[in-house]
């Protein structure tokens, strides 16, 4: 998934509520004294996805209609939840609600493009990374997530050459390394996709999972 780990969650909860957020920087909330907003962010484990869900829909409503950032953070929030769950049409209206909002968030489109990929409409994923990528076009996971389309494609060269400029970016991805190695597979390189995927495991242990 798509880094939605924004580091002003106190703020953004307040802003909710309409209060103005201290100069000095939040102490990291516990999990007994978190509002709605910050449940809903919550990627740190604290709650159970069912909490989170109930708790997007709770600080949704209690949200302003023209608090633009809060409420694109709060739809993409529940829509990976949606997704997460296989409830797809769920998830694209709530992604789709968050662009309607702020057609510059880069990661309602690539949530989207999971989406397309979990329901086998890999030229629309595709479309929804390159919308992403206009956006963002440093974000290592969206060019990933193209080669993998590619890849189930069996376009293998535009496979390679999205997978290569993912691990330019960002060389520690572990699914881009592990991705490439089923390429180099599908073309014959096997020595290049053992490493590949070693390199893959070095990283991330369940890569393949």
Not at 138 to 152: L, M, V
Request: hydrophobic share 45%; net charge negative; with cysteine.
């Amino acid at each position: 998934m798509k880094r939605l780990v924004p580091p002003i969650l106190a703020a953004l909860a307040l802003a909710v509520v309409g209060v103005r957020a201290s100069a000095q920087p939040a102490p990291a909330p516990s999990a007994t004294t978190m509002t709605p907003a910050e449940v809903c962010l919550d990627h740190q484990g604290q709650h159970e996805d069912a909490e989170r869900l109930k708790a997007c829909g709770d600080a949704l409503a209690a949200a302003s209609d023209g608090d633009i950032v809060v409420r694109t953070r709060l739809l993409v929030a529940r829509g990976l939840y949606y997704y997460r769950h296989s409830q797809n049409d769920l998830a694209l209206k709530d992604f789709d609600a968050a662009t309607a909002l702020d057609p510059k968030n880069d990661a309602a489109d690539y949530d989207r493009g999971l989406v397309m990929i979990e329901i086998g409409r890999l030229d629309r994923a595709i479309r929804e990374f390159n919308a992403d990528l206009r956006l963002d076009p440093a974000d290592a996971d969206a060019y990933s997530a193209k080669g993998e389309c590619y890849r189930r494609l069996e376009d293998n060269l535009l496979a390679m050459e999205a997978l290569d400029t993912a691990l330019r970016i960002q060389p520690k991805l572990a699914l881009a390394w592990w991705r490439r190695g089923l390429v180099k597979d599908a073309l014959g390189d096997a020595a290049g996709a053992r490493s590949d995927k070693q390199q893959a495991k070095a990283l991330d242990p369940d890569v393949d999972k």
